[in-house]
């Protein structure tokens, strides 16, 4: 019989899926210092522990891989990050607590738990990867027990992650500065599966370090295609570039938030011909509207309506854009677009933010740019310039 984790109950419906919770790092991690502890003070073993995640949902997590000695015990929680497609899912989080004449709760991390390197994060720099949250679970599910047991000492607390340093890399973490493993995170205790508020954190984590380390204007893209074409056709810091995915307004909204000063996105006319409709979600099930405006942005540069519904048949960008070149108004309607974009960029910070754009198409490379792009190019280039002499 499968062991039941309390969380059977606990799905959503999305794209007319029936997808299954999971519980975080932070979980497994709080969970196998709970157990270790609780055998280490009553000489019992435990084959299970119950867990309160901050979200109010009680785990029955399983407890692997027990091992006690006089004054330590170390065991394991196996990750289970139910439907959400989350690279750490099957890592086995182990907990090795050890008693402490001194009073207080020593919590670190061992192989497979990353170390942070750079500032901009939750905790310092020389820390281990262990977030606030978790932290804390270790903290309260610990005193719990000394007081349940009457024991008057401390802990010291060192969880580790095999394999940890293998998935680190396919993580952020290497590009945030965390070196070595995994994070132990989550502020929920609970993965809600596709989440996009994690996504936006995750964008948000990336951006705070990057001001934290000293760059007041950000480079963006929205993903793979505008990464790959800032490192291979502009001579900009590809390294410190931010991917904001399809949360264009999120970005904007957070970049206002943090005081950064200006933001640059270098990005596919796919994604960004939404924009100049004010579309600041550009996923697809959100809107597409892409054949529209690019459409109506060639009637406004004088194409004409025939043109205009060639345009409205099309599939891709790429596919109007060979229609616009036919026609000889390429260049006008990139320039309407690039426009608009502007606008909608503005309008969602308020202008309280310099904000611009690079549009460029796989088969077209280059098209054009907002009037402040090369205003912000030039920041940024000597935002560089001195954190290299400041290095």
């Known amino acids: ?106 919590i670190d991390g061992g192989p497979g738990v990353g170390r942070i390197t750079r500032k901009g994060l939750e905790q310092p720099v020389g820390s281990a990867a262990i977030n606030k949250v978790p932290r804390s679970m270790i903290q309260k599910e610990l005193e719990a027990l000394s007081n349940q047991y009457g024991y008057e000492g401390g802990f010291s607390v060192l969880i580790s992650v095999p394999g940890g340093e ?14 070595g493993g995994i994070s132990i995170l989550g502020t929920s205790g609970i993965v809600e599966p596709m989440s996009e508020r994690a996504l936006i954190c995750s964008i948000q984590v990336e951006m705070k370090q990057q001001f934290e380390n000293g760059s007041r204007y950000l480079l963006v893209t929205p993903g793979n295609y505008g990464a790959a074409y800032l490192k291979e056709h502009m001579d900009l810091p590809f390294e410190t570039s931010v991917k904001c995915s399809n949360y264009v307004g999120e970005t904007v909204d957070m970049a206002v938030d943090m005081g950064v000063e200006g933001i640059l996105f270098v990005a596919h006319i796919g994604k960004f011909v939404k924009v100049a409709g004010g579309i600041m979600n550009t996923h697809s099930r959100c809107a597409d509207a892409r054949a529209e405006l690019m459409a109506a942005n060639a009637l406004r540069a004088g194409a004409s309506a025939e043109t205009a519904c060639r345009i409205l048949k099309t599939v891709t960008t790429d596919e109007a854009l060979a229609i616009l070149k036919e026609a000889g108004c390429l260049e006008g309607t990139i320039q309407e677009i690039t426009d608009r974009i502007s606008a909608s960029l503005k309008h969602r910070s308020y202008g309280r933010i310099l904000t611009g754009a690079v549009i460029f198409s796989n088969e077209y490379g280059y098209l054009g740019k907002t009037e402040e792009a090369d205003t912000l190019i030039k920041y940024i280039e000597e935002q560089e310039m001195t954190k290299e002499r400041h290095s």
Do not use: W
């Open 166 to 179: 293998v998935v680190a890399e396919k993580t952020f973490n290497p590009k945030l500065g965390i070196l």
């Open 1 to 106: 019989m499968a062991h039941k984790t309390g969380l059977e109950e606990y799905f959503i419906i999305k794209n007319n899926q029936k997808m299954r919770f999971g519980y975080t790092t932070g979980s497994c991690a709080a969970g196998a210092a709970k157990a270790a502890a609780f055998m280490l003070l009553s000489g019992k073993e435990a084959k299970e522990i119950a867990l309160l995640t901050p979200k109010g949902i009680r785990l029955n997590l399983e407890i692997l891989h027990v091992h006690m000695e006089e004054g330590q015990v170390s065991c394991a929680v196996k990750k289970d990050g139910g439907d959400d497609p989350d690279m750490t899912s099957g890592l086995e989080i182990f907990a090795q607590v050890t008693k402490r004449a001194e009073k207080g709760i020593v």
